[in-house]
């Protein structure tokens, strides 16, 4: 069975840090573009990064801030989250694109507030 489960969301206060996982069942990620997505309350969802060997992209809103990491070996993408502003509070969605599927996760809540 395909599957994205990703995990690491919750309350973080302004300027801190936040690590969101995202573990594929059922498919190797090797061959695929991964991305991280979030959706603010009230707006449409947008890609925040992306990872395909051996380019990775940003939003301008969160270059310098977030990295993401591909780790082919555990199957799995890390989203590294530093200096966290309130307008990063979102839902965060693991999405996996690739010849044979696109697939997304459940996604995880991330609320940055003091």
């Known amino acids: 069975q395909v599957q994205l489960v990703e995990s690491g969301g919750g309350l973080v206060q302004p300027g801190g840090s936040a690590r969101l996982s995202c573990v594929a069942w059922?498919?190797?990620?090797?061959?695929?573009?991964m991305r991280w997505y979030r959706q603010a309350p009230g707006k449409e969802r947008e890609m925040v990064a992306s990872?395909?060997?051996?380019?990775?992209k940003y939003a301008d809103s969160v270059q310098g801030r977030f990295t993401i990491f591909k780790d082919n070996a555990k199957n799995t993408v890390t989203l590294q989250m530093n200096s966290l502003k309130p307008e990063d509070t979102a839902v965060f969605y693991c999405n996996a694109w690739g010849v044979d599927g696109h697939y997304w996760g459940q996604g995880t809540r991330v609320t940055v507030s003091s």
């Open positions: 059922g498919f190797n990620i090797s061959t695929y573009l």
């Open positions: 990872s395909i060997e051996p380019v990775t």
